[in-house]
T-cell receptor, first 110, second 115 residues
Framework: DAKTTQPTSMDCAEGRAANLPCNHS???????VYWYRQIHSQGPQYIIH???NNETNEMASLIITEDRKSSTLILPHATLRDTAVYYC???????????FGKGTRLHILP | EAGVTQFPSHSVIEKGQTVTLRCDPI?????LYWYRRVMGKEIKFLLH????????ESGMPNNRFLAERTGGTYSTLKVQPAELEDSGVYFC?????????????FGPGTRLTVL
């Protein structure tokens, strides 16, 4: 079973920052937080991952709380193409299979 | 660089028939994974190949499902005989190394409908 809790859905205005929360209160010390998304009719797509420190790449930023029990994925300037289901996943680095939960359905509003 | 490709994109079959799904991973990727999403449910792991060997097949639902990866290149997933509950979208993913959830690249999926 997934070890994370996410809101079922969220709306965000186009051009604004989308902040997607995730709770993972039972995360272990050797587990990473990963984010994937699935745009309609496509396969899942990796976004970002982190262990303790905040991370940023060309797609998004990941903010992990100091106690690591929750995190937030930030899409800095959301576009309509960011409409998707976003999955927060907790996994050890050496785990090979991805355990997807229900995710958050993000709607970007024009 | 070509991504992960899957064939067919859609398949409609009748209960009791056989269907074979194909996945071509990214060239050079030793790891190949199968996942599926059945209607209204979450995406679930099925199995993992390292080259031609099955590393983990803990997610395979039953013995009606047979996955192969001869020669360590493309993989096939055969469902025989198909049942109604097998309907869903089957995803394939590949990665260049074992471990590291970030490096899985997914294909577009095959939508299977069993009537």
């Amino acid at each position: 079973d997934a070890k994370t809790t996410q809101p079922t859905s969220m709306d965000c205005a186009e051009g604004r920052a989308a902040n997607l929360p995730c709770n993972h209160s039972t995360i272990s010390g050797n587990e990473y937080v990963y984010w994937y998304r699935q745009i309609h009719s496509q396969g899942p797509q990796y976004i970002i991952h982190g262990l303790k420190n905040n991370e940023t790449n060309e797609m998004a930023s990941l903010i992990i709380t100091e106690d690591r029990k929750s995190s937030t994925l930030i899409l800095p300037h959301a576009t309509l193409r960011d409409t998707a289901v976003y999955y927060c996943i907790v996994s050890r680095w050496r785990d090979d299979k991805i355990i997807f939960g229900k995710g958050t359905r993000l709607h970007i509003l024009p | 660089e070509a991504g992960v490709t899957q064939f067919p994109s859609h398949s409609v079959i009748e209960k009791g028939q056989t269907v074979t799904l194909r996945c071509d991973p990214i060239s050079g990727h030793d790891n190949l994974y199968w996942y599926r999403r059945v209607m209204g449910k979450e995406i679930k792991f099925l199995l993992h190949f390292v080259k031609e060997s099955k590393q983990d097949e803990s997610g395979m639902p039953n013995n009606r499902f047979l996955a192969e990866r001869t020669g360590g290149t493309y993989s096939t997933l055969k469902v025989q005989p198909a049942e109604l509950e097998d309907s869903g979208v089957y995803f394939c993913a590949s990665s260049p190394r074992t471990g590291g959830t970030d490096t899985q690249y997914f294909g577009p999926g095959t939508r299977l409908t069993v009537l």
